[in-house]
């Protein structure tokens, strides 16, 4: 039996008009919009409709963007019947998208899980102006050898791994002349270094007081269990129980987004069939390189909607 899974992308997903199309046509995604407008205070939904860009692409703002667009997105397969309550064996989503994952999955309220990831975004924002620092994209890699470049590049400032996206790639976060070294000596480990357009070192110690900030956030929120399985990018285990899930968002700011992990255990379990619901193809390619074998349709914009057509294939 074929079982499907939900994935959320993250940050770095964003574009200027993300959603647009989806919520002229669908009055559900409309008024997730002008849902996530209210309780923000401010006018989301035109920075991801028109930008600019430059406003858009900010921590504090493509977190709840992204977060908001998906969320649309899935509310209108939703009401279209495309998806059901069965559909979906098990959910999970990268860095941001996990919160995503676990609003739908019924774990978090709309409200709860736009008002952290906003708080989140911001912290991490203010985390990057106080300390400056950058990603490194190393393509060819495994985590040895990874690993190995951070620690020699060590007397330059911290550098730790972030971000294991799929075979081959792995991105390193942290100090900006860390960032710099690791560039220059990437063929000595016979690696193809790419310096990421971020703000900051994610998901690495430098996220540790972003991580602090939130955590009274996180405490101040209803967190249910989920009704669907959610698998978390700390460890690829599936989320046991509310102490459980704050714990983890809390750890997942300033550790590393294990994503590969978290595909491979989805598969080990039986998902073979995996649906991106949110703006861009990201997770779509990584899921090319983690399994090729795997079935996976992309939910992006309205027209990408039209032509999905999903059928109920949970846990038993």
């Not at 407008?37 to 035109?46: A, C, H, K, Q, Y």
């Not at 977060?67 to 990268?94: K, N, P, Q």
């Not at 730790?160 to 900006?176: D, L, R, T």
Request: net charge negative.
């Amino acid at each position: 039996m074929s079982w499907n899974a939900a994935i959320f992308p993250g940050q770095g997903a964003q574009l200027v008009g993300m959603g647009q199309d989806v919520a002229e046509r669908c009055p559900v995604a409309a008024e997730t919009f002008a849902q996530a407008d209210s309780i923000l205070g401010f006018e989301l939904s035109r920075l991801c409709f028109e930008g600019p860009a430059e406003r858009l692409n900010a921590t504090d703002v493509q977190q709840p963007a992204i977060f908001t667009t998906s969320v649309a997105l899935y509310r209108a397969a939703a009401d279209a019947g495309t998806f059901g309550r069965e559909t979906f064996a098990a959910m999970g989503g990268l860095s941001l998208g996990e919160y995503t994952a676990l609003h739908l999955a019924g774990a978090l309220s709309f409200r709860d899980a736009l008002r952290v990831v906003y708080e989140r975004g911001r912290l991490m924002q203010q985390a990057c102006a106080q300390n400056p620092s950058g990603m490194v994209s190393l393509m060819g890699v495994d985590e040895e050898r990874a690993l190995a470049l951070c620690e020699r590049v060590s007397p330059q400032g911290l550098l730790q791994p972030a971000n294991f996206n799929c075979p081959g790639q792995i991105v390193v976060s942290g100090e900006k002349a860390a960032c710099a070294a690791a560039l220059e000596l990437a063929e000595e480990f016979d690696a193809r270094a790419i310096p990421l357009d971020v703000a900051g070192a994610f998901h690495s110690e430098l996220m540790r007081p972003a991580a602090e900030g939130l955590r009274p956030v996180l405490e101040d929120c209803t967190i249910n269990q989920p009704r669907v399985r959610v698998i978390a990018n700390v460890d690829a285990e599936y989320h046991a129980n509310p102490a459980a899930i704050r714990s983890a968002l809390y750890r997942q700011v300033f550790n590393p987004v294990r994503w590969q992990a978290c595909v491979e255990r989805l598969i080990a379990d039986g998902c073979t069939a995996f649906w991106e619901v949110g703006p861009n193809r990201v997770l779509t390619g990584l899921m090319r390189k983690i399994d090729r074998r795997m079935q996976i349709t992309n939910v992006s914009k309205l027209s990408s909607l039209e032509q999905a057509e999903a059928r109920p294939g949970g846990f038993s």
